[in-house]
Every structure is written in C-alpha cells, then in structure tokens.
C-alpha cells in the first residue's frame, strides 16, 4: 500500500517528511531551521525569540554587541548639517544661537546708543520668548571666519573637536544606556549647558554641541563607576575635560561646558542606581523632574531679567 504523501505546511507543493519538533508540521527544506533536537519551522522559532527575555544592561540599554551607534551617527550628521547650512546661510547663527538676551537695531545688525537710551532697539533672546535657543544653539558652532586658532580657523577646529568627542564617546555611552535613554542624556546635557549659560551669563551668545559632549564625559564618568571597572584611566580622561574647559574659559562658554557636565552627572546617576524592579518609570520620571527644573530656572531668570 502507498504511503500519503506530506508536504510543507507553507509550501503546499513541496513534498516532505520532516516535521517540526514543536508543532508536528510537515516543514520543506526551505522552511526548516536547524534546533537542539531536530528543525523547528520559522513560526516556532519566531515564537521563541518573542519568548526569550531580551537581556539589558544595568542602565536598562538592550545588549546589542556589535549594533551601530544610530542615535550618535544621526546627531553627528546633524551637527554637520547645520554648520553647511551656516556656510551657505551665516545669519542662521544670529538667529538660532544660544543668546539669553540682546539688543538687535531695526536693520538687525546691532543698535546705537544714543544719550543714555537706544533708540529703536528690539530684545531678542530666551527672555523675549524665544526658548528653542536653548537647544538650537547646541547644534551649531563658530564659523570659520569666527576666530582661528594658529594658522586654522578656530570655527572648523571648534566642530572637529566635538564631533572627535561625540563620535568616540557617544559610542560606548549609547552601547550601555540604550538608544531612547541616550538620546534623553544628550538633550538633557545640551538644555543644561544653555541653562546655566542662561543664568550666569545672559547677555553672552553661545554655540556649540560642548555642553552635550561634557554630558556624555559626566556619563561615561558614573557608567564605568557603576560596572566596578578601573577607575585610574577614566580619572586622568575626567580631569583631562576638566583642564580643557579651565584653559577653554577665555574663548568659550565656560557655562556651557560645566552646565552640562553636572547635568549628564545627574541624569546618569538616576539611570545607573534606579531600582531594577521599577527602573524605567524611576528614569524617566528623574528626567522629566530634572527638566522641569531647568524651565523653572529659566521662568525665574526671565522673571528677573524682565521685572
């Protein structure tokens, strides 16, 4: 007597006689994948990946060795991006810079004093309203013809150096603290640098992706303190940021630079000592807290600057 002919459950005209250890259906070459004991067909195994608990870092990041550092490659090409912009378009400076307050003329150049008043002068800045300075400007730099620092102009030295510091350290950040908490850290970092500008210093413009990057040396600071590694390397690279932004207070915002390192401190040390049973909501709620004390400092400065 013949035996019935099988064929693959998926592929109605492959005959077979291999089934699936889990579901018992007949599975053609094409749909087998190998398992422990026998084939499992790509349902079951898709099954099994959904089953299996994706492991996480101690900051809650996916552990995902070897993925590529999306989220800091596209704030790279942000950064670049606007600063081709600002070679095309130069006023995007004026416009979106980090600026607290200033006095702008009719013709938007500047504005003249005149017998103790300034006729004509329009205020400008986050104290006129305009509060997406305070992140905008973190994404622009000097341009060219800004400064020079020996024989190169200061203005490209001042974007190479940053995205030399986001590339090299938004990598081992963004592998331990996972994309969606990276990317709250370096915004959070940036809005504290242009906070603290804000504060001590309103009548200065600032530009620059800095305070972010000394967000991300604060970070990387408390990750490797967390894990328990060697502290006398990560050390010297602290204090080496520390030196730099002491040398660096003449010819840029000190501010800045030291508003977001405390910031990326403190948004790190939440993520790295919330209780693991409720780590994510913890984390998030230290980071809207934090942010609703950077706008509060802003609401009181604004209200002294204007009262």
Not at 1 to 15: F, K, L, Q
Not at 118 to 134: A, K, M, Q, S, T
Not at 284 to 307: E, F, H, N, Q
Request: one cysteine or more.
């Amino acid at each position: 007597m013949e035996a019935d002919v099988t064929t693959c459950y998926r592929h109605p005209s492959c005959e077979t006689y291999v089934s699936c250890t889990r579901c018992e259906r007949f599975i053609c070459p094409a749909c087998m994948r190998e398992a422990a004991v026998g084939h499992h067909c790509v349902e079951c195994v898709k099954e099994g990946r959904r089953s299996v608990r994706q492991a996480r870092t101690v900051f809650g990041g996916a552990v995902s060795r070897g993925a590529a550092p999306v989220v800091t490659s596209v704030l790279i090409g942000l950064n670049v991006l606007a600063y081709l912009a600002e070679l095309v378009r130069p006023g995007i400076v004026d416009r979106f810079a980090m600026t607290g307050a200033a006095l702008t003329g009719p013709d938007g150049t500047g504005y003249v004093y005149v017998d103790g008043e300034f006729p004509g002068f329009e205020v400008i800045g986050v104290v006129d309203g305009e509060w997406y300075r305070l992140l905008t400007g973190s994404f622009l730099h000097l341009p060219p013809g800004a400064s020079s620092f020996g024989s190169l102009p200061f203005g490209v030295l001042h974007i190479l150096l940053n995205m030399y510091a986001l590339w090299n350290l938004g990598r081992v950040v963004e592998e331990q603290l996972g994309r969606v908490r990276y990317l709250a850290l370096y915004l959070l970092s940036a809005l504290g640098g242009s906070v603290l500008v804000y504060l001590v210093a309103p009548y200065d413009s600032a530009v620059g992706a800095s305070g972010a990057v000394f967000g991300l040396a604060a970070s990387f600071y408390v990750i490797n303190r967390r894990l328990g590694r060697d502290m006398r390397a990560v050390n010297r690279f602290l204090a080496g940021f520390l030196v730099w932004m002491v040398i660096s207070a003449g010819f840029t915002s000190w501010q800045g630079h030291l508003g977001g390192l405390l910031t990326g401190a403190v948004v790190t040390v939440v993520y790295a000592y919330a209780p693991a049973q409720r780590r994510t909501p913890v984390q998030a709620a230290g980071c809207v807290v934090l942010l609703a004390v950077l706008v509060l400092l802003v609401v009181l400065k604004t209200s002294a600057l204007t009262g």
